[in-house]
């Protein structure tokens, strides 16, 4: 069962915007559920243990339910292999072992870190999602070189705390969505090809049949150039901290 007090509802809409305009399409519906207010940062030197590990609807990897020795109780994200019972800490001396916090000038070269924090004290924004994990490279001059799963190498200031290991729930990308109902709980809508579409719907539409696209580079519904498109805004200050761009 969920623990309520570290819940709260989240009101949904559906790919709305502050007018009631519908912005993203394709989403509206799906089951009700409850936000579980995960801890993504932990208190500093008092140690944990796990209550139980969760399913959280709101996100791919598991949750624990943790109590701190004083018995204030948070979510946080459960490593890969977590188990009720373990006892955990998030200090900068904390013991190098899977579940531990501690600050990436610590954790030794080659290890794997998820929940990384990219400004010291902001809490972790980083390698979050079920499975993930990034892989410590190196330590100099107040940065630690990390191997994100993207293949992007980023340099991360060492006084930036990170969870020792793997996001749980590995299995995650392995669920085969056999119907649509399955995709409705989800909150997500059916999707329309464009090519299914009239000529004035979509820049896709008309033809007797399976036509050709009849564009020469893909084409949202609107009629903007999509397919490999860069999105990342030019001259970013944080450029400068990326050794290695993804392939």
């Known amino acids: 069962m969920v623990y309520k007090p570290l819940t709260i509802k989240i009101k949904k809409n559906s790919g709305r915007n502050s007018s009631g305009k519908v912005t993203i399409r394709h989403r509206g519906g799906g089951a009700k559920r ?14 944990a243990k796990i209550e139980k590990i969760e399913y959280d609807p709101y996100r ?22 977590s188990k009720p019972g373990q006892e955990i ?11 531990n916090r501690t600050k990436l000038s610590r ?48 340099k991360v200031p060492w006084d930036c705390f990170a969870t020792i290991g793997v996001a749980s729930n590995p299995e995650h990308n392995l669920r085969v969505i056999r119907k649509a109902g399955t995709k409705r709980h989800m909150g997500r809508r059916p999707v329309v090809r464009g ?14 049949g399976k036509t050709q696209r009849g564009t020469k580079y893909p084409k949202t519904k609107w009629g903007k150039i999509t397919g490999g498109r860069k999105t990342r805004k030019k001259h970013k200050p944080s450029d400068k901290l990326i050794i290695q761009r993804r392939k």
């Open 34 to 47: 409850l936000y579980r207010m995960v801890d993504f940062k932990q208190k500093i030197g008092i140690p």
């Open 60 to 81: 791919t990897a598991n949750i624990a339910r943790i109590v701190y020795q004083d018995g204030h109780r948070s979510y946080i994200l459960a490593p890969k292999d």
């Open 89 to 99: 800490i998030c200090s900068p001396e904390a013991p190098i072992e899977v579940g």
């Open 107 to 154: 954790i030794p070269v080659g290890s794997l870190v998820f929940n990384i924090e990219l400004f010291p004290g902001k809490g972790g924004q980083l390698c979050r999602s079920a499975g993930s994990s990034a892989q410590v490279l190196a330590n100099q001059d107040g940065y630690t070189h990390l191997k994100l799963p993207s293949g992007e190498i980023r």
């Open 195 to 208: 090519t299914a579409m009239n000529p004035r719907d979509h820049p896709y539409g008309g033809g007797e």
